[in-house]
């Protein structure tokens, strides 16, 4: 096996955000924001202090600068992760009275993005922070639950469009249930009106998409081979010696 | 898009993490350790009927020296038949391409643990002339484990010793090998770095545990041999012997010598330091440690004392013989 075990996939996005063609442009923020914007939103509200309405606002701004003010021009994957450029990013949006002031100016029109925010100013509320859970910390949880939640999208269609039948139902089932324990192969068997191997294959191969799934993923929101490791570890909840 | 509940994404993230095993013959279990570049994961083996260890690595491994490592480890223990090296039942590669190994299920305290139960220094030490074995079964073989420090031993239930984790081993008749002309012995085991300093660990690249890295490897010196294991078993007893025991001139002697900074200085192997500790056992003069007159009758009497004790009662009623009876 030659150059390693990512296979080739979509550009980065911070390659993908300068492309001449707009289709990949556009595809490219849509990945950006659907990441980050929930990081975004708790991290104004919990480090900054921000009420809901600000911290919505903020994030918008956020998203509307990047472009505008073409912010991942000045990312430099050699420096830092492309996660913490963001967040830093973002701090300076928050920390900046004055522009804050200037949001409407700046927003330069730009069409606000449909963002949940309701759904995730409820899960913020419902969701104590750790005791010694510092803001980049929690920043890099809702990183994290972004990027799941994203590739979980990305399975469905991949799994739906090639007609795989009951590999993502038996996946959402085993991985997403909501009792401590999945029902047995046999019981899954029973409910979906096939074998047991046919259970055991239709898993195995909506774990190995989804990881692959998630892989691809962690390829596009990284600037370089070092940065996708650090993040991959950071995901995967191991630490980097 | 839906946040994720906290317990949805330890689920997720286990998914990916855990190895696909579909296409081989194991059935994965739990995850029992997690290493520097992997993981160890119970799995059973149902034609067999036994539980086994598999080591896969936990990531992608896109400059493949991860791999490599992984494969070669398996092949170094492959190579090392001895009772205290975790056997290796199977190789091969998951459908992602992450390579894994099959080994025996290790079931045990790590070394620092085993020895707290053990309330004498005879049988700490006794202990570390078990890890000392398979140590120098592999210096024997040309092997340098590299590594060595409590986590990397493992002691079993009936005081078992297995040595692990030989993922940074180095593999001296490798250089050999490629000096000597014509084919080597038995296939080479591929480095798992550049070769500049010698095979598998390219000069300047720093592998190991800091604390019980010899001080030449903690440099990154390429040519690291035996000795920098006999820096880490030092390490190991001195941990293993306590402050209390280092009292004793000997033995701290023998910790010293195998610390020592330069190798020159050090035991030449694991056979050599173990000879010493046993000789420190048995009462004899230790290679280390140059004895002083009274040091060596203080020892002869420690070792002799049961005869000694029986001379001097022999003597002693000799004299009040001698005193009552006058003759």
């Known amino acids: 096996m030659t150059g390693g075990f990512f296979p080739p996939t979509r550009a980065s996005v911070v390659e993908a955000l300068r492309s001449g063609d707009a289709a990949e442009r556009e595809r490219a923020l849509g990945t950006l924001v659907a990441a980050y914007w929930r990081p975004v939103y708790r991290h104004v509200r919990r480090k900054w202090g921000k009420g809901h309405e600000e911290a919505a606002d903020l994030t918008q701004d956020f998203f509307a600068e990047l472009l505008t003010r073409d912010l991942l021009a000045r990312y430099d994957a050699r420096k830092a992760r492309l996660r913490t450029y963001l967040r830093l990013c973002v701090d300076g949006l928050a920390a900046n009275a004055a522009k804050a002031a200037s949001r409407q100016k700046r927003g330069g029109g730009a069409a606000p993005l449909s963002l949940d925010f309701e759904g995730a100013r409820e899960e913020l509320e419902r969701r104590a922070p750790g005791s010694d859970e510092t803001p980049e910390r929690a920043f890099e949880t809702e990183w994290a639950r972004s990027v799941l939640a994203l590739a979980l999208e990305r399975l469905a269609v991949a799994l739906e469009g090639r007609g795989k039948g009951i590999a993502h139902p038996l996946f959402e089932i085993c991985e997403l249930g909501a009792g401590a324990e999945a029902p047995s192969y046999a019981e899954l068997a029973e409910r979906f009106g096939v074998s047991v191997s046919d259970v055991t294959n239709g898993l195995s191969l909506a774990r190995r998409e989804f990881r692959r799934t998630v892989l691809d993923l962690l390829r596009e929101l990284t600037g370089s081979e070092e940065e996708l490791r650090l993040e991959t570890r950071a995901l995967l909840g191991i630490d980097v010696p | ?327």
Request: charged share 25%; glycine share 10%.
């Open chain 2, 1 to 327: 898009m839906t946040a994720l509940p906290d317990a949805a994404v330890s689920r997720l993230v286990r998914a990916i993490r855990a190895p696909d095993l579909s296409g081989t013959r194991y059935v994965l279990g739990r995850e029992v350790g997690r290493g520097g570049m992997g993981s160890v994961w119970e799995a059973e083996d149902p034609e067999l009927g036994r539980v086994v260890a598999l080591k896969v690595l936990d990531l992608p491994d896109a400059a493949g020296d991860l791999a490599a490592r992984l494969k070669r480890e398996a092949r170094v223990l492959a190579r090392l038949e001895h009772p205290g090296v975790v056997p290796v039942h199977d190789v091969g590669t998951l459908p992602d391409g992450r390579p894994w190994y099959a080994m025996k299920l290790v079931r045990g305290d790590r070394l620092d643990a085993a020895a707290a139960l053990l309330p004498t220094l005879r049988e700490r030490l006794r202990l570390f002339l078990r890890v000392c074995e398979p140590v120098a079964f592999a210096h024997a073989r040309g092997i340098v484990h590299r590594d060595l420090k409590p986590s990397n031993v493992m002691v079993g239930p009936f005081g078992e010793v297995l040595v692990l984790d030989w993922g940074i081993a180095r593999l001296l008749d490798e250089e050999a090998s490629e000096r000597r002309p014509g084919p080597p012995a038995e296939p080479p085991i591929e480095p798992c770095e550049p070769r500049a300093g010698g095979p598998g660990t390219a000069a300047g690249t720093v592998l190991g545990t800091p604390g019980y890295m010899a001080p030449e490897q903690a440099r990154g010196d390429g040519g690291v041999d035996a000795r920098a294991d006999v820096w880490a078993l030092g390490v190991l007893l001195r941990g293993l012997a306590g402050p209390e025991a280092l009292r004793a001139r000997r033995l701290a002697a023998i910790v010293a010598k195998a610390t020592a900074e330069r190798p020159a200085e050090r035991y030449e192997g694991a056979p050599a330091l173990a000879a010493d500790v046993v000789r420190y056992l048995d009462g004899e003069p230790v290679t280390a440690y140059r004895e002083r007159p009274w040091e060596r009758a203080a020892r002869f009497a420690v070792r002799h004392r049961v005869a000694l004790l029986l001379l001097l009662a022999y003597l002693a009623a000799r004299a009040a013989v001698l005193l009552v009876y006058g003759r």
